[in-house]
T-cell receptor
Framework: DTGVSQDPRHKITKRGQNVTFRCDPI?????LYWYRQTLGQGPEFLTY????????KSRLLSDRFSAERPKGSFSTLEIQRTEQGDSAMYLC??????????FGQGTRLTVV | AQSVSQHNHHVILSEAASLELGCNYS??????LFWYVQYPGQHLQLLLK??????LVKGIKGFEAEFIKSKFSFNLRKPSVQWSDTAEYFC???????????FGTGTSLTVIP
């Protein structure tokens, strides 16, 4: 499968712990997005990369969240000092030059 | 602020019924428009997209959507739904300032056999 892949698929963590998620986009896609989705809601934008540059970041994103895309390939999203409100599905998507976004299966985070 | 509105939150139809799901966006500039579908347990998949040209676009599985610029709308239609169309449907827009995709809250469609 050459689509967008995310790892892990599920993560259960205790409140206060740090977690890191990985996203591997479609190889020729230069744009990479992170979204968060909760039950009954549409995907909510977190941040966006063009190649290795982080060009946009949601104002809703607290300082506990950080994302990187070294070398413009895979990306990681880290959440520090997790809170119960961080429980959600974290989605990664990629696109080529502003075309449609292709989404991964997501990482479901549960903070207990 | 830019926003995408989907007015139908839950829709229940019998097989062979016609479907129309509403989508309105708030930005008056040039936009790209998308409909995504999420089947139970699966990831978001593109149904169709509009960038320019013919405002009536056709997508996969018999779906189509019409872009009406004057109404800021991009409604999704299907003449005859099937049980397998049961899913969550999301309208999305980009082309506002920046490059992010803005999503509506989604419409849950249940098709009864």
């Amino acid at each position: 499968d050459t689509g967008v892949s995310q790892d892990p698929r599920h993560k259960i963590t205790k409140r206060g712990q740090n977690v890191t998620f990985r996203c591997d986009p479609i190889s020729e896609h230069n744009r990479l997005y992170w979204y968060r989705q909760t039950l009954g809601q549409g995907p909510e934008f977190l941040t966006y990369f063009q190649n290795e540059a982080q060009l946009e970041k949601s104002r809703l994103l607290s300082d506990r969240f950080s994302a990187e895309r070294p070398k413009g390939s895979f990306s990681t999203l880290e959440i520090q000092r997790t809170e119960q409100g961080d429980s959600a599905m974290y989605l990664c998507a990629s696109s080529f030059r502003g075309g449609e976004a292709f989404f991964g299966q997501g990482t479901r985070l549960t903070v207990v | 602020a830019q926003s995408v509105s989907q007015h139908n939150h839950h829709v229940i139809l019998s097989e062979a019924a016609s479907l129309e799901l509403g989508c309105n966006y708030s930005y008056g500039g040039t936009v790209n428009l998308f409909w995504y579908v999420q089947y139970p347990g699966q990831h978001l998949q593109l149904l169709l997209k509009y960038f320019s040209g013919d405002p009536l676009v056709k997508g996969i599985k018999g779906f189509e959507a019409e872009f009406i610029k004057s109404k800021f709308s991009f409604n999704l239609r299907k003449p005859s739904v099937q049980w397998s169309d049961t899913a969550e449907y999301f309208c999305a827009v980009n082309g506002y300032t920046g490059n992010q995709f803005y999503f509506g809250t989604g419409t849950s469609l249940t098709v009864i056999p």
